[in-house]
C-alpha cells in the first residue's frame, strides 16, 4: 500500500527558503512518476514540480523555475522540495504525490496516491 506524508511547513518571511520533506512507503521511487503540488485558498490544485519523464528529468511549473528544486533520496524513500525567494502567493497546501504510470506529466489527474498536505505559509 503506497504511503506519503508530508512535514516540514510553516511561516517563511518573503524572500525567505524552506524545504519541506515526504516520507514514502509501499513503493520504490525509481520506478514512479512523483511530484509536488499545492493548493491555495479558493484555487485548483496546481503541479509545482515532478519527476515523471523517462529520463527522470524534472518538470517545473513557470511560476517556480529558478526557485524551486525536486529532489529525492532513494535509499531513504524521501521526496524533498527546496523553496527558495519565496513569494506570498507560494502560500498554499503542499501534496506530494506519485503514481506507478510516468506521464511526463506534472497534472494532478496523472496522480493516484497522495499524502495529507503540509501548510507553506509566506508572510511578514
Known amino acids: 500500500q503506497l504511503q506519503l506524508a508530508e512535514s516540514g511547513g510553516g511561516l517563511v518571511q518573503p524572500g525567505g527558503s524552506q524545504k519541506i520533506s515526504c516520507k514514502t512507503s509501499?513503493?520504490?521511487?525509481?520506478?514512479?512518476?512523483i511530484g509536488w503540488f499545492r493548493q491555495a485558498p479558493g484555487k485548483e490544485r496546481e503541479g509545482v514540480a515532478c519527476?515523471?519523464?523517462?529520463?527522470?528529468?524534472?518538470i517545473y511549473a513557470d511560476s517556480v523555475k529558478g526557485r524551486f528544486t525536486i529532489s529525492t533520496d532513494n535509499a531513504n524513500s524521501m521526496i524533498y522540495l527546496q523553496m527558495n525567494s519565496l513569494k506570498p502567493e507560494d502560500t498554499a497546501v503542499y501534496y506530494c504525490?506519485?503514481?506507478?504510470?510516468?506521464?511526463?506529466?506534472?497534472?494532478?489527474?496523472?496522480?493516484?496516491?497522495w499524502g495529507q498536505g503540509t501548510q507553506v505559509t509566506v508572510s511578514s
Open positions: 504525490a506519485a503514481d506507478r504510470i510516468s506521464r511526463s506529466s506534472c497534472q494532478p489527474r496523472h496522480f493516484g496516491s
Open positions: 519527476i515523471s519523464t523517462p529520463d527522470g528529468s524534472p
Open positions: 509501499g513503493f520504490n521511487l525509481d520506478w514512479y512518476a
